[in-house]
């Protein structure tokens, strides 16, 4: 194990129980990392997901449940996360809300929830995990959208609160600096969301793409692995994942 490139590396994955942070989750342990899997509702993923890891390697995972709309529990995730593993390199900020907000509907609950897991928890974390990775020179990576970019149509709420990732991203890049590293992964057509989406709209979307593909769970774990194994220099950079989705729109 001691030659895996993640050797005893410990991770924290906001949202890390299903979808991209899975993938992400399933991708670092896979090459050595220590996982902590954050998880709100979804207790039943998280524990399992733990479950595998664990037979795996033994206490290579635990779980931490808590709702990041709530920004006092929030140093308490990193926390735990440090004492039970006895350090921190990796914060993924990767947890999001996302529904539409069509003008004239939007509501001051909306905002709070799209803004409080989008933009407010990763600062906060953030804040709360800097301490830890100045001692291990650990990066933060969140996770963006392609619609920081150009806004996603009904959609306004979130799309501001990912513009202001971005620029979270490149301002904890300075402040951060040297220690920490920070960076970002904005993902296009990878996993189509939750709620209903017509076959008709997602063919039209890859039809946008300059790949003329939907890309996979997969490409955003090699990136975020790209970012903690082999990004030493990099800092203050958003990357997307998207198959040349936003040089066509």
């Known amino acids: 194990m001691s030659d895996m490139p993640l050797h005893n590396k410990v991770v924290l994955i906001t949202g890390g129980a299903k979808r991209l942070?899975?993938?992400?989750?399933?991708?670092?342990?896979a090459e050595g990392a220590r996982i902590a899997i954050h998880y709100h509702q979804?207790?039943?993923?998280?524990?399992?997901?733990?479950?595998?890891?664990?037979q795996q390697r033994e206490r290579s995972a635990i779980t931490i449940v808590a709702n990041l709309n709530e920004a006092q529990l929030l140093p308490s995730v990193v926390e735990r996360c440090a004492n039970?593993?006895?350090?921190?390199?990796?914060?993924?900020?990767?947890?999001?809300?996302?529904y539409p907000t069509p003008v004239g509907s939007i509501t001051e609950t909306q905002?709070?929830?799209?803004?409080?897991?989008n933009l407010k928890a990763p600062l906060f974390l953030a804040q709360a995990a800097a301490p830890y990775l100045r001692r291990t020179e650990g990066l933060i990576l969140n996770m963006v959208d392609i619609h920081a970019q150009r806004p996603l149509v009904e959609h306004p709420v979130y799309s501001i609160a990912k513009a202001g990732l971005v620029t979270l991203t490149k301002s904890l890049a300075r402040e951060l600096g040297p220690e920490i590293r920070v960076n970002a992964i904005a993902p296009g057509p990878i996993l189509w969301p939750e709620h209903e989406m017509s076959s008709e709209l997602q063919h039209e979307i890859i039809d946008k793409t300059a790949l003329k593909r939907q890309g996979s769970p997969e490409d955003i774990a090699r990136a975020a692995l790209f970012f903690v194994k082999d990004a030493s220099y990099v800092t203050g950079q958003i990357l997307a994942i998207d198959g040349g989705r936003s040089i066509g729109w």
């Open 111 to 117: 905002w709070n929830e799209l803004m409080g897991s």
């Open 84 to 98: 039970v593993f006895g350090q921190l390199d990796v914060l993924v900020n990767n947890a999001s809300a996302f």
């Open 42 to 54: 979804s207790q039943q993923a998280a524990e399992s997901l733990a479950n595998v890891f664990n």
């Open 21 to 29: 942070g899975a993938a992400i989750a399933h991708k670092l342990h």
